[in-house]
Every structure is written in C-alpha cells, then in structure tokens.
C-alpha cells in the first residue's frame, strides 16, 4: 500500500503540474490546470475509462494518505494567504474598496440564497433535501460571493493593472471580501452538519469566538518574543517549522471546535508577527510558497475524487448554465455599479468589475469545506466546481471583452495602465516570492 502511494503520488505531481504549465501557456491560471487534472485522474474521467487503472493507481487504502497531505498542503496555503493579508493598502480608495467589497458580497449573497429558496425542486433533483436548513441557504449565497485573491492578483500583475487604480482597487476589495466571506462561512460551518463536537452550535460559536480573542490577543505577542524577540534571530528554517506547526495546531483546534481547518490555518497567518514597519518576511514566504506549490495537487485530486461527472442528469447541466451566468453577472454587475457610483470612470470600473469576479483556490476550498459539513450534494459540488473552473476560465477574455468596447466606444484603456496613485495605494510589490501564490490561483 506504501508502494501503491508513492506511484499515486508520483503521477499526482507530474500530471497536475505538467497541466499547469500547459494552462499559464495558454494564459489561463496553473489553478485551471491543475484542478481539470485533478477531475481527469477521479472516478469520473479515469475511472470510467480505465477502472481497472484506476483501481491498481488509486486503491481505497491510499485515501487516508492522500487526504492528510491534502489537508497538510491546504493548511500551509492558507496559512500564507492569512500572513500576506494587509488592509493598509486601501489608502485614500479605501471608501471604493470597502463600497465594491460590500456589493459585490451582498448581491451574489442574496441571489444565491434566494435562488436556492426558490428552486428547492430542482435542487432536490440534485440530492438536496426538499427542506433547506439556514446553514445550507446561507452557503448557497456563499458559493456565489466568493472571489480568489491569488488569482485576481496573477491576472492583475499578467495584465499591467498592478500600478493602477483599478487594479489596486480590485485587489484590495478582494481583501476585505475575503475576511467577510470566510466569517460568513465560518457561521455556516458552525451551524452544519458535520463530524465536530457534540455540542450546540451557541456554545461552538462561544468557544470559536474565545479562541480567536486568545489568538489575537496572546499568540502575536508570544510569537514575536520568541521567533524575533533573541538577540540572534533564530534560523530561518527552525522559524518555518514552528510556524507551520502553529498553524497545524491552529486547524486542529478549530477543527475540534466543529469548524473545519481552514479557519485555523487563516487565523494563524494572520496572527503570525511581520517584520519591523510590518514588511513580509522574504525567508518565511518563500518556502511556504514553495511547500504548499507542491502539495496543492494532491488537495486538487482529492477534491476530484467528488466529482461526480455520471450523476449530471439534465437538471445538473441546465443548472451549471445558470449558476455561472448568475456568479459571472452579479459580480461583475455589483463591483462595476459600485466602483462607477464611487467616482471611477466607466472603463475602470468595468475592470474592477470583471476582476472581482475571479474565482479560483478560494472557491474550491470553500466548497470542499460545505461538502464535508454536509451542506452540499455530490451532484451540487460537481456543478459548483465546475462553475469556479468556468468562471476563472472567463475572467481574462472579458477583461479583453472591456478593452475592446473602450476601442468602439471611441476611448483608450492606456490610462488605466498610466494613471497616478495617491500615497497609500500601491499594491503588494511584486516580489519573486509571491510568484507562486499568485500561480496557485
């Protein structure tokens, strides 16, 4: 079984990467790469046209060691998207971030949610209970609102917009969507039906509440004396490894809380000391970047193995059409209504739109997270996945769709690549360390 691993993992790595390589030559996002190789090497695709490959590749003892270095992968991620979250850069646009954040979350959540109550019939189709619960209206809303921070800011930087408003607007709104998002999820998780305690969920939420007091408050301070507080700084390779065990026993506690690993692995990166004036530390990104870069694929073909290609009936297609008409819509209505009543003009504010509307990692790990606490189907996590893979899909042609309306509307979209910042607004710099991050989409 040991052997049976290691040549799993062997063509999960090469496969998965291989298919990355191929979608940024495409230009498309590694993420649309590696999660199609992730669905090709499941049940649905493999498996059906080579089930006896399948099983001598992929037996079911295998499952347990997959799904911990998928967990492991995950949790580094996100452990490092939580370190690079800074609010600060929102300077004198702050008002137009917070303004496209809040709509482009709003909208998409209440269109998700009402959609789900209103086609309970269909949706039971796709093995849904005909009686919704709150947790999974508010995670259908959810579904809809989420956008990808790493993928926005690799189709940010591909596109020459890192120096622009719009550009810094997109990326910052998608912060603070980011932090509201995963507070709403972290809700639903608690309400779910799940494997956690045995516990009402007031008393998971209390306990949920007094874990990220004591993180915020106690574990920075504790941290900083001891990872910079020495008057000889300690190796950086120790540092990454109690960091990466802080952030592992972060998830373990959530987890335990009845909440799932991600809120942990978040929670520890943000809590993680920066540097002195608040800089990143270049040692700490880089090999966490490189760590999870790895990894991921293995999280990416475990979530494939719950794709259900064979149960997309017609009501299963005909929904997908909906749902991303309606993900692709919403958001980009609502971020380029918002950012044009904040002041921007017509052609910045369609960009803000469009790049809000990125999906990616995020959305996977969000739905991976609703279908282990039982507030999603297997048919409904298959149109949802593919949902996220068509709306990553579509970001870089309708920025290209944007463009070409300025040119026949008689404008030129070169000012948006030469228009002045104020102080406070520039973007993350971009780094060679944050290469990976934004190649994991």
Same mark, same amino acid.
């Given at each position: 079984?040991? &052997?049976?691993?290691?040549? #799993?993992?062997?063509? $999960?790595?090469?496969?998965?990467?291989?298919?990355?390589?191929?979608?940024?030559?495409?230009?498309?996002?590694?993420?649309?790469?590696?999660?199609?190789?992730?669905?090709?090497?499941?049940?649905?695709? %493999?498996?059906? #046209? /080579?089930?006896?490959?399948?099983?001598?590749?992929?037996?079911?003892?295998?499952?347990?060691? %997959?799904?911990?270095?998928?967990?492991?992968?995950?949790?580094?991620?996100?452990?490092?998207?939580?370190?690079?979250?800074?609010?600060?850069?929102?300077? @004198?646009?702050?008002?137009?971030?917070?303004?496209?954040?809040?709509?482009?979350?709003?909208?998409? &959540?209440?269109?998700?949610?009402?959609?789900?109550? *209103?086609?309970?019939?269909?949706?039971?189709?796709?093995? &849904?209970?005909? @009686?919704?619960?709150?947790?999974?209206?508010?995670?259908?809303?959810?579904?809809?609102?989420?956008?990808?921070?790493?993928?926005?800011?690799? $189709?940010?930087?591909?596109?020459?917009?890192?120096?622009?408003?719009?550009?810094?607007?997109?990326?910052? #709104?998608?912060?603070?969507?980011?932090?509201?998002?995963?507070?709403?999820?972290?809700?639903?998780? %608690?309400?779910?039906?799940?494997?956690?305690?045995?516990?009402?969920?007031?008393?998971?939420?209390?306990?949920?509440?007094?874990?990220?007091?004591?993180? %915020?408050?106690?574990?920075?301070?504790?941290?900083?004396?001891?990872?910079?507080?020495?008057?000889?700084?300690?190796?950086?390779?120790?540092?990454?490894?109690?960091?990466?065990?802080?952030?592992?026993?972060?998830?373990?506690?959530?987890?335990?809380?009845?909440?799932?690993?991600?809120?942990?692995? *978040?929670?520890?990166?943000?809590?993680?000391?920066?540097?002195?004036?608040?800089?990143?530390?270049?040692?700490?990104?880089?090999?966490?970047?490189?760590?999870?870069?790895?990894?991921?694929?293995?999280?990416?073909?475990?979530?494939?193995?719950?794709?259900?290609?064979?149960?997309?009936?017609?009501?299963?297609?005909?929904?997908?059409?909906?749902?991303?008409?309606?993900?692709?819509?919403?958001? $980009?209505?609502?971020?380029?209504?918002?950012?044009?009543?904040?002041?921007? @003009?017509?052609?910045?504010?369609?960009?803000?739109?469009?790049?809000?509307?990125?999906?990616?990692?995020?959305?996977?790990?969000?739905?991976?997270?609703?279908?282990?606490?039982?507030?999603?189907?297997?048919?409904?996590?298959?149109?949802?996945?593919? &949902?996220?893979?068509?709306?990553?899909?579509?970001?870089?042609?309708?920025?290209?769709?944007?463009?070409?309306?300025?040119?026949?509307?008689?404008?030129?979209?070169?000012?948006?690549?030469?228009?002045?910042?104020?102080?406070?607004?520039?973007?993350?710099?971009?780094?060679?360390?944050? /290469?990976?991050?934004?190649?994991?989409?």
């Amino acid at each position: 079984m040991v &052997m049976h691993f290691v040549g #799993a993992s062997a063509l $999960i790595l090469v496969a998965a990467h291989g298919a990355g390589w191929l979608a940024r030559r495409l230009k498309q996002p590694y993420i649309v790469g590696q999660l199609t190789a992730g669905i090709a090497l499941g049940p649905s695709l %493999l498996g059906s #046209a /080579a089930p006896g490959a399948y099983e001598t590749l992929f037996p079911a003892g295998i499952s347990p060691a %997959l799904t911990g270095f998928a967990q492991f992968s995950l949790v580094v991620f996100l452990f490092a998207v939580g370190y690079e979250l800074d609010l600060k850069v929102l300077g @004198d646009r702050a008002s137009t971030a917070v303004s496209v954040a809040l709509a482009a979350f709003v909208v998409p &959540m209440a269109v998700g949610s009402g959609c789900a109550l *209103l086609f309970r019939d269909q949706l039971a189709d796709l093995g &849904m209970p005909r @009686d919704l619960t709150p947790g999974m209206v508010v995670f259908a809303g959810v579904a809809l609102s989420i956008t990808a921070v790493p993928v926005l800011t690799a $189709i940010v930087r591909e596109n020459g917009l890192s120096r622009t408003v719009p550009g810094v607007v997109a990326v910052s #709104a998608a912060g603070l969507l980011d932090v509201i998002g995963w507070t709403v999820l972290a809700g639903t998780m %608690l309400n779910g039906d799940h494997s956690g305690p045995a516990l009402d969920w007031p008393w998971r939420a209390l306990l949920a509440a007094g874990f990220t007091a004591l993180m %915020l408050v106690g574990a920075r301070p504790l941290l900083r004396r001891l990872l910079w507080g020495t008057r000889a700084r300690m190796e950086s390779s120790l540092r990454l490894a109690l960091l990466i065990g802080f952030a592992l026993g972060s998830a373990w506690v959530t987890h335990s809380l009845g909440l799932h690993v991600i809120f942990g692995a *978040l929670l520890a990166g943000v809590v993680a000391p920066r540097e002195e004036g608040g800089t990143l530390d270049p040692d700490l990104l880089r090999p966490l970047h490189d760590v999870s870069s790895l990894l991921l694929p293995f999280f990416f073909v475990v979530s494939g193995q719950s794709v259900a290609l064979n149960s997309m009936n017609a009501t299963g297609w005909v929904t997908l059409l909906v749902v991303t008409v309606l993900a692709v819509t919403t958001k $980009i209505g609502s971020g380029t209504a918002a950012a044009r009543l904040s002041g921007l @003009d017509r052609d910045d504010a369609r960009t803000v739109g469009v790049l809000v509307s990125a999906r990616g990692l995020t959305e996977l790990i969000a739905l991976n997270a609703g279908l282990q606490a039982g507030l999603l189907s297997e048919p409904l996590y298959t149109v949802l996945v593919f &949902m996220a893979l068509a709306t990553t899909l579509l970001t870089q042609p309708l920025l290209l769709l944007v463009d070409r309306l300025a040119a026949h509307e008689g404008r030129t979209t070169e000012r948006r690549q030469l228009a002045p910042l104020t102080s406070g607004l520039q973007p993350p710099p971009d780094e060679p360390t944050k /290469a990976p991050a934004a190649d994991l989409g």
